[in-house]
């Protein structure tokens, strides 16, 4: 395998003169009067290889860029990242940490800024802990909080994720629930005022939310992270109510300031045989024919086992990206990643995936780039200790919680 490996660095990472061409390519790219013709010319230009690393987020171990996610960069294209807690210690770390995947990117033949994610959406999910502001849940936010208050949060939020150099959040959660601590309750049409709020404050702040899990979780008890599981709800109930914030969600607020995670369980109403991150009627004729949604899709994180159990990552990557999906997370494994990277590649040069979708998606995720992270931006490492956790933030989130 070790040797397998080494063939395939050998293989894919850039010549010099490569690199010098692509170089020429995107400083052209630079001169071009839209963003439309920016994209057009990069697209064109890239290999398939570059344009699939394009469509992947991925995870890794470690406080640094480790050898493995280092290795997915330079030799497997890929574009995006995200953290976790294990690669969180303290709001300067992660900036020191982020700084660093950032000039990585910077050293790769198109000069790509990397769109590095995390789940910071409050209450629980907080993957950076240490130090960060105890942002309170969505389900403790929608008890007490107005739609401004909210606002508030969100916008904090995003200046301490800012400032340890994130330019996602994957937050907020649209789901219905009463019981569930991540939702904002039972009523769809708070859940999308509460939600336009969080993805307002962010962007307001260069922060991109992710709203999710489409089209919807709140009906299901089994956690995605373990199995699959089936919504039995018809259309019209789910329409009405769990759809309902990712509707109006489409219909008023700009697609560039939000991406749409899809869920991994199944909804029988539209597909009685694929979970939905693999589902063409639910990513398709659903999200985008339906209710028009014009963004990124992005799945959910394809090692979780409601589909690791039943297809193969090379399978998985496969189907995601036919189905509609624009930007595929894989969160933790190096060999899973490879797997997906690997599937995608021979799906396009089999015939089995046409390739106008995958130029279709890498043209979604460019175009965020070139509209969101025109150029590259590094955080000042000596001052997110400061902003992180702020003595004013506390306050805030206080005085919102009555405390």
Request: proline share 4%.
């Amino acid at each position: 395998m070790a040797t397998q490996n080494a063939e395939t660095k050998k293989q894919e990472k850039p010549t010099k003169e490569e690199t010098k061409q692509k170089r020429a390519v995107r400083q052209e790219v630079n001169q071009l009067p839209t963003v439309d013709d920016k994209v057009k010319k990069l697209v064109s230009s890239m290999s398939l290889e570059e344009k699939v690393g394009q469509i992947m987020m991925v995870g890794f171990y470690g406080t640094e860029p480790s050898s493995s996610v280092t290795d997915m960069i330079e030799n497997k294209h890929i574009g995006n990242i995200i953290l976790f807690s294990r690669n969180m210690q303290s709001p300067k770390q992660v900036a020191t940490l982020n700084n660093e995947l950032q000039r990585l990117a910077q050293k790769q033949p198109y000069q790509l800024p990397f769109m590095i994610g995390v789940d910071q959406e409050g209450g629980d999910i907080l993957r950076m802990q240490e130090k960060v502001s105890p942002i309170p849940s969505q389900q403790a936010l929608g008890d007490v909080a107005t739609a401004q208050q909210v606002y508030d949060v969100a916008k904090l939020n995003a200046t301490e994720l800012q400032a340890m150099g994130f330019n996602t959040n994957f937050a907020p959660v649209l789901d219905i629930s009463d019981t569930d601590k991540r939702s904002f309750g039972s009523d769809a049409k708070k859940t999308y005022e509460y939600g336009k709020q969080v993805v307002k404050g962010l962007n307001d702040t260069n922060i991109t939310g992710v709203v999710k899990h489409f089209p919807g979780n709140g009906r299901t008890n089994v956690d995605p992270h373990k199995d699959t599981s089936a919504v039995g709800a018809n259309q019209q109930d789910l329409e009405g109510s769990d759809i309902y914030p990712f509707k109006q969600m489409i219909n008023e607020v700009d697609p560039d300031d939000f991406f749409v995670l899809v869920t991994h369980v199944k909804y029988p109403a539209y597909d009685a045989k694929k979970p939905a991150s693999l589902s063409p009627v639910i990513m398709q004729t659903l999200l985008r024919d339906k209710l028009g949604y014009k963004g990124i899709v992005v799945t959910d994180d394809l090692e979780m086992g409601a589909v690791n159990k039943y297809y193969t990552y090379k399978d998985m990557g496969k189907e995601a990206l036919a189905a509609g999906a624009d930007l595929l997370l894989v969160c933790h494994e190096y060999d899973h990643q490879l797997d997906v990277y690997n599937g995608i590649v021979e799906g396009i040069k089999s015939g089995e995936i046409p390739e106008s979708r995958l130029n279709e998606a890498v043209t979604r995720v460019l175009t965020h780039k070139m509209k969101k992270l025109p150029t590259f931006t590094f955080v000042d490492e000596s001052k997110a200790n400061d902003i992180v956790g702020s003595a004013e933030h506390k306050n805030v989130i206080e005085n919102i919680l009555g405390k």
